[in-house]
């Protein structure tokens, strides 16, 4: 018994010296941190896209990749909150409050980085960046990125891409189509919504990798770089997928905007790799309601896709954009247009 009672002592005097000597040697050991962070953080590397705005999650794993790096004694399990505690009280870096949809509760979902760096001038692809490293921004914020619309986002979206799956290659799946929704459902069609900022949703998409061949990067400034469907494959996604595009008025707004900006070329090899009828349907007929006149290996797609409709069957007439419901028939492409 008093055996137990010398090491029951011994412990208590160890764990008193180790927190004595982590506290004399914790302002050493910031210092090491402040300065790995500040050359981590400096610009943007494969690792990390964005050193301006970052999610909690992966701001205290970096910290901690930070702290396991140093190796410094007495403090190889100092937590990697106790240290972004720090920085914030430092003024090195932000919370971004931002609302989460289940709870409706305030959270520090996110923090900007910097010194100078203002909540206030965080951006909507900063946030969705941040939300998926390895996320695609789409719909809605494409639009609006690259000046197809007039019309201020209601909501913005970011895409998971996925391994592709055979019911989405040639066919508008039901999901996607408002119509298909039934009265109680508890189903968001565009997709599931991870934060609110701002009073502006925020949603997370799973797409089909091979339905968006169109994708580049972009540095949105020094600090931050981002994926984004390219123009072309944004003006696709419109006639797949519109109600994430914020619907009929900026679909056909983004379509006249891009006249002179889309590429005929790019849109023949998106609609073959794509390789849905109906989507080409869709974008021949869209062409020629604004007037674009098309030619070569485009026109020649076309020309087959209109001759290989079955139109003695009434079930090949869709709708120019899924899920609303048009009365008019367009006999050239078999759709039911405005």
Partial sequence: MLAS????????????????KEQSTRPFFLEKVLAQFTQRFSK??????SVRCISKIQLIKQLVL????????GHKRTSGSSILLHLEQSGLVHPVASMNPKTKEIEDKFYVIGIE?????????????A???KGVVCYFTALEFYGMTTQIPSHHHIAVLGASSPNLRNKDTKKELIGSLKPGRNYDPLGTKRFIFEDVPYYV????KKLVPGIQERYLDEKSIFRITSYDQTLLDTLHRPISCGGPSVVFEAWHSAFDRLSSNLIYEYLSKINSSELSRRVGYMLQVIDYKVDGKISELFDSIKASIPREDSESIISLLPGFDYSELNEEWFLKVP
């Fill in 5 to 20: 009672k010398h090491r029951d002592t011994s412990r208590e005097n160890f764990m008193a010296n180790s927190a004595i």
């Fill in 44 to 49: 943007p590397s494969a690792e990390l896209l």
């Fill in 66 to 73: 930070i702290r396991d790096e140093l190796e410094f004694p």
């Fill in 117 to 129: 760096s203002g909540v206030s001038t965080v951006s909507p692809i900063e946030l969705l960046q």
């Fill in 131 to 133: 939300q998926e490293s």
């Fill in 205 to 208: 998409t799973n797409r089909d």
